[in-house]
């Protein structure tokens, strides 16, 4: 039986992106607007662009 292989923890961006996006779930920063927030935008691009591309490595 084969050994499964162990997935590679994600890079610190995503983490941290991964964190900005819960912390805006319970509260607000000092960016936010009635507009909305660069840093949710810039953390939400972050996670796309990031699960896109682990999408393409896997072959989905």
Known sequence: MPIPQRQPEP???VLM???VVDFHH????SKCS???C???AAA???LRA???RKSR???R
């Open 57 to 59: 490595r896997e072959g």
């Open 34 to 36: 009635d507009d909305g």
């Open 44 to 46: 939400g691009e972050t």
């Open 26 to 29: 319970r509260s607000v920063c």
């Open 11 to 13: 890079p610190f961006a």
């Open 50 to 52: 990031w699960r896109d």
């Open 38 to 40: 660069p840093r949710l």
């Open 17 to 19: 992106a991964g964190y």
